[in-house]
């Protein structure tokens, strides 16, 4: 049985936890299979004394009128040995082992909650009791009705309906309400107070043995402390001794004294609770496993928590890095999407900026006629016009430079997207915005120092065609001779349009077989010097400055949003509790 209440404790600290983090929408599924115990009863019926005899000690607020303007969540903790002591959710780790603070903090936090006008608040304070031995508005009467139904409407609420023995049973608010939600009383149990308080000549045998009203459940009577015994401080285990002798020697009730009393509805109340929890047990596991995956998953989102020492810290740091790192290059390897657009530049938008030259028109008639007159000076070429032709074909591939630069620039472009898309796609970065920035940064300099020495390396492809021009293809063209041409004819000939557009198409010729070669190079060095160096080396003067930095510069760098850590510590917490609570309900499964 004590497994199974501590298992149930467990469970309710965890969905209590969920609430304190503003995951309300997570509690309703969960705290709705849990067994809890819910007192009802109208106001001085002996609620609170019920509650206390139940407990043992001395812990609720006391006083006339409505003293109890909260619902009370209590979590009863058997502990092996030491001194009993009591817990408020709202002020963990505190121990109250004064039971007389303990109350006045109930009062306390209750005036925080609602002021001292008397109002009501349907927000619990949850207190856990750890032993080793077992002005009031109009509308307040609705409000608290409201709010009591709102916790005993739900299936898994066991009902202690507290109704005073001197006053008429058919007028109990308890009965009352607990029959609207309970109607078959299958969660029901009734508790008559204040049997020793009934007038003289009277008794309440009819009610406990259940004819006046019948319950599903016997009815249970209890005698408490008057408020005499309180002030007096009568502490809780005198006053069980004397309500079992009043029982017992009470003519009306000694032959039910055995199932009379604080201590026989402990029994029953842990008995029924026992059953619950075992019906439910299989629906339980079902629940505590699922929210511990959930849990587990929304840990991992979270990332781990930031190592202490520099040594920790860096290694987090490179290990992030390295996580980023690998998403770039399965971006470049086709392992996930976005490379191909690098393959684009080479295979459309390079090409097809190459025909946009419009070599055909830098070789006009006109053009040729021009260049080369100017190239021949004042001495007009002999044969060929070997300075014409140079500087034809050298003015025509200079032009290639453009293109060549703008699709270093379109690769540059593409790897800086990758990189920005690499980074929001890894998860750990977005828990350290400065880290994230940083990470950007070094890799978008990395990328413009490669795009900058691939610049350089493509443009002197083009440079080193314009510098050397390959002689094997001029070799390999006819001369006016061969043809049967005459060279006495006088200079001016050598400038008719038959022979400029020959000049031209041989130019061009030329530069189409230039441009087909550095189609396929400029790639390649593109490639190499970009492309590759990214996958190489992106972040090296990134851990190259790393290796320099203090603790307190890699603090800087891990400036992790505090919010997230104080989720995942409540996470990790509430992962905690419910791997504990999972463990112990399958314990008790096997042991069925």
Wanted: with cysteine.
């Amino acid at each position: 049985m004590e497994n199974l209440i501590s298992l149930v404790n467990k469970l309710q600290r965890a969905c209590t936890a969920l609430g304190d983090h503003g995951e309300e929408s997570a509690l309703p599924t969960l705290w709705d299979s849990l067994p809890a115990i819910a007192v009802v009863g109208g106001q001085s019926s002996g609620k609170s004394s019920v509650l206390e005899s139940i407990v043992g000690k001395d812990f609720l607020p006391r006083g006339a009128g409505i003293v109890t303007r909260r619902p009370l969540v209590l979590q009863l903790h058997r502990i092996d040995e030491g001194k009993e002591y009591g817990e408020f959710m709202h002020l963990p780790r505190k121990k109250f082992t004064d039971f007389a603070a303990l109350r006045k903090e109930i009062s306390d936090e209750t005036d925080r909650e609602t002021g001292r006008s008397k109002q009501i608040s349907s927000v619990p304070i949850h207190l856990s009791i750890y032993s080793p031995n077992e002005g009031q508005s109009d509308s307040i009467v609705q409000d608290i009705e409201n709010m009591v139904r709102s916790f005993i409407e739900k299936p898994n609420c066991i009902i202690l309906a507290i109704s005073p023995a001197n006053q008429d049973l058919a007028t109990s608010d308890a009965i009352k309400i607990s029959r609207e939600v309970d109607p078959k009383g299958e969660r029901t149990f009734g508790v008559l107070t204040k049997i020793d308080l009934m007038d003289q000549g009277t008794n309440a045998v009819d009610i406990l043995e259940g004819r006046a009203y019948k319950l599903q459940f016997p009815w249970i009577g209890v005698v408490n402390r008057s408020q005499a015994d309180i002030n007096k401080s009568v502490d809780m285990i005198a006053a069980r001794r004397r309500e079992r002798e009043y029982f017992a020697t009470s003519p009306e009730y000694q032959h039910m004294a055995s199932r009379m009393g604080s201590e026989h509805l402990g029994k029953m109340l842990s008995k029924h609770l026992e059953t619950v929890i075992k019906s439910r047990i299989p629906g339980l596991q079902s629940l505590i496993n699922k929210t511990i995956s959930e849990l587990e998953a929304e840990l991992s989102r979270l990332g781990k928590p930031i190592a202490t020492d520099t040594g920790g810290k860096l290694y987090m740091i490179m290990e992030i890095c390295r996580t980023f790192d690998q998403i770039f290059k399965e971006h470049l390897d086709g392992v996930r999407p976005g490379g191909d657009k690098i393959y684009s530049v080479f295979d459309n938008q390079f090409p097809a900026s190459l025909k946009r030259l419009h070599f055909d028109k830098h070789l006009s008639m006109d053009n040729v006629r021009k260049i080369i007159t100017e190239a021949d000076g004042y001495q007009p070429h002999l044969i060929a016009p070997e300075q014409g032709y140079r500087r034809l074909v050298e003015s025509s591939l200079v032009t290639i430079r453009g293109p060549a630069e703008a699709a270093v620039d379109a690769v540059f472009s593409l790897l800086k997207e990758l990189v920005q898309k690499s980074i929001s796609e890894t998860m750990e970065l977005k828990q350290y915005p400065t880290l994230r920035a940083e990470v950007l940064k070094a890799a978008v300099d990395s990328l413009e120092r490669m795009k900058e020495e691939s610049k350089r390396a493509t443009l002197q492809l083009v440079d080193m065609e314009c510098g050397y021009l390959t002689v094997e293809f001029f070799r390999k063209l006819p001369q006016d001779v061969e043809k049967g041409g005459n060279p006495t004819h006088s200079i001016f000939d050598r400038y008719n349009d038959s022979y400029l557009r020959r000049v031209g198409s041989t130019v061009l010729s030329y530069v189409n077989m230039v441009c087909a070669t550095l189609r396929n190079s400029i790639p390649k060095s593109i490639v190499y010097c970009q492309v590759r160096e990214a996958k190489r080396s992106l972040l090296d003067h990134f851990f190259a400055e790393l290796g320099t930095k203090e603790a307190k510069q890699l603090g800087k760098l891990l400036d992790e949003d505090p919010a997230i850590m104080q989720r995942r510590t409540s996470i990790a917490k509430r992962l905690e509790l419910y791997r504990s609570a999972q463990t112990e309900i399958d314990a008790v499964a096997w042991a069925k």
